[in-house]
């Protein structure tokens, strides 16, 4: 488990190349690139093809975020080669109109399988398998946001 300015929570599962990713934290543009800048570094490093997108906890995503992610930051994602994208949908309905949108505009660079969770469980279940791995998985991270939770601001990465 690592963290990416305290904002970016990212978990990585190398035998099945599962990505899991949370936003914690404030919203600015600079974190928001910094983040996902990273983010894709360690994505392409790892060689990961399967994303868990748990974008529940997302803040509000302003238009310069929107406009960056989509102009910039989707158009190099097309060299992640993700094949499956499990999507936990915000419960506000701002964000979910937004990244439905970026999903929609990003299908021309991403040919991934794209299915939409309410809930990370089923996101899991859907990409392992297996109910092992996604109770062993969802442990995982319970003890990191346990930890950096008591430990305080905590940046791994």
């Known amino acids: 488990m690592i963290r990416i300015l305290d904002s970016l929570c990212i978990q990585f599962y190398p035998k ?43 803040p509000p995503i302003g238009p310069d975020e929107q406009a960056w992610f989509s102009d910039l930051w989707l158009p190099c994602a097309e060299h992640l080669g993700l094949r499956h994208l499990a999507l936990v949908l915000p419960g506000d309905v701002h964000n979910q109109l937004i990244i439905e949108s970026a999903i929609s505009d990003g299908q021309r660079y991403v040919k991934a399988n794209i299915q939409f969770f309410s809930d990370t469980l089923s996101a899991l279940d859907w990409l392992t398998g297996s109910p092992k791995l996604m109770h062993d998985m969802e442990l995982e991270w319970d003890a990191a946001q346990a930890f950096w939770d008591q430990s305080g601001s905590q940046v791994i990465y």
């Open 16 to 58: 099945l190349r599962l990505l899991r990713w949370a936003w914690y934290g404030p919203m600015s543009l600079s974190r928001f690139q910094l983040a996902f800048g990273e983010l894709m570094i360690y994505s392409l490093q790892q060689g990961a093809n399967r994303w868990l997108i748990d974008s529940a906890s997302l």
